[in-house]
């Protein structure tokens, strides 16, 4: 799928009242794929490769606090695997770090860099990309031990050559884009962000949402129905790839 450069960035974001925990039993809950051989990310990744039941969540942004600690809790309560896209400017990573340090540790939760304050990369001098890129890594690597490496996941999936170069100068060999998206990025309702996950959650998707507006927050546990009903395995990038 091809990057959607007119995704909107709410740079004020709503605070999510935190859901009701999910089950344990949900099926993001699986154990980690076994160790075996794994491919190298790609340049460009946009979806999973193979014909697996794995699902990739990939959530970006961070705006709202709340739903940082939401989706955090919901990971220790059910076991799912998700991969964050982080702007480290957010105060909501700074906040949870103490509930999601153990499990990036584990590497249940894996951190990717996703710029310092989240701007069109493309509009900016490589000098203030790179100082965009370096503050987020060590801010990661500060908070969290680790800088995200090799993936980055530009704003509003904008790049290009000169911006991949410059990324992968800091280690981020891997652009990391999606393969569907539950359409948050934008106000939407409960109803919608549940009736989204029905057609986003498939078999080697790389899923786009976002820790921004409060709905998030809600519909977790019916995500992870859905999760469970389709038998898909919730998976991080580096489950996948070596």
Same mark, same amino acid.
Request: charged residues 15%.
């Given at each position: 799928?091809?990057?959607?450069?007119?995704?909107?960035?709410?740079? =004020?974001?709503?605070?999510?009242?935190?859901?009701?925990?999910?089950? *344990?039993? +949900?099926?993001?809950? @699986? %154990?980690?794929? /076994?160790?075996?051989?794994?491919?190298?990310?790609?340049?460009?990744?946009?979806?999973?490769?193979?014909?697996?039941?794995?699902?990739?969540?990939?959530?970006?942004?961070?705006?709202?606090?709340?739903?940082?600690?939401?989706?955090?809790?919901?990971?220790?309560?059910?076991?799912?695997?998700? =991969?964050?896209?982080?702007?480290?400017?957010?105060?909501?990573?700074? *906040?949870? +770090?103490?509930?999601? @340090? %153990?499990?990036? /540790?584990?590497?249940?939760?894996?951190?990717?860099?996703?710029?310092?304050?989240?701007?069109?990369?493309?509009?900016?001098?490589?000098?203030?990309?790179?100082?965009?890129?370096?503050?987020?890594?060590?801010?990661?690597?500060?908070?969290?031990?680790?800088?995200?490496?090799?993936?980055?996941?530009?704003?509003?999936?904008?790049?290009?050559?000169?911006?991949?170069?410059?990324? +992968?100068?800091?280690?981020?060999?891997?652009? /990391?884009?999606?393969?569907?998206?539950?359409?948050?990025?934008?106000?939407?309702?409960?109803?919608?962000?549940?009736?989204?996950?029905?057609?986003?959650?498939?078999?080697?998707?790389?899923?786009?949402?976002?820790?921004?507006?409060?709905?998030?927050?809600?519909?977790?546990?019916?995500?992870?129905?859905?999760?469970?009903?389709?038998?898909?395995?919730?998976?991080?990038?580096?489950?996948?790839?070596?």
């Amino acid at each position: 799928m091809a990057p959607l450069t007119r995704r909107m960035f709410l740079g =004020t974001c709503a605070l999510g009242a935190f859901a009701a925990r999910a089950s *344990v039993a +949900a099926a993001g809950a @699986r %154990p980690a794929p /076994a160790p075996q051989a794994r491919p190298p990310a790609p340049n460009i990744l946009t979806r999973l490769p193979g014909d697996g039941n794995q699902l990739a969540l990939t959530v970006d942004d961070g705006c709202s606090t709340a739903d940082v600690t939401a989706l955090g809790r919901f990971c220790a309560d059910t076991g799912t695997r998700m =991969t964050f896209f982080v702007n480290g400017i957010n105060p909501s990573w700074t *906040v949870n +770090a103490g509930l999601l @340090r %153990p499990m990036v /540790a584990s590497g249940q939760i894996q951190m990717g860099n996703h710029t310092w304050s989240h701007p069109h990369i493309t509009t900016l001098t490589p000098a203030a990309l790179d100082r965009e890129i370096s503050r987020n890594a060590d801010f990661l690597r500060d908070t969290y031990g680790v800088d995200g490496t090799p993936y980055f996941r530009p704003p509003y999936g904008s790049h290009d050559a000169a911006t991949d170069r410059i990324a +992968a100068a800091h280690g981020y060999t891997t652009i /990391a884009m999606w393969s569907a998206e539950v359409g948050d990025s934008r106000p939407i309702d409960e109803a919608g962000l549940i009736a989204n996950a029905h057609g986003a959650f498939a078999p080697q998707q790389i899923v786009l949402a976002h820790a921004n507006l409060a709905p998030i927050s809600h519909v977790l546990p019916q995500w992870a129905g859905i999760i469970a009903a389709k038998g898909l395995t919730t998976v991080t990038l580096d489950d996948v790839f070596a």
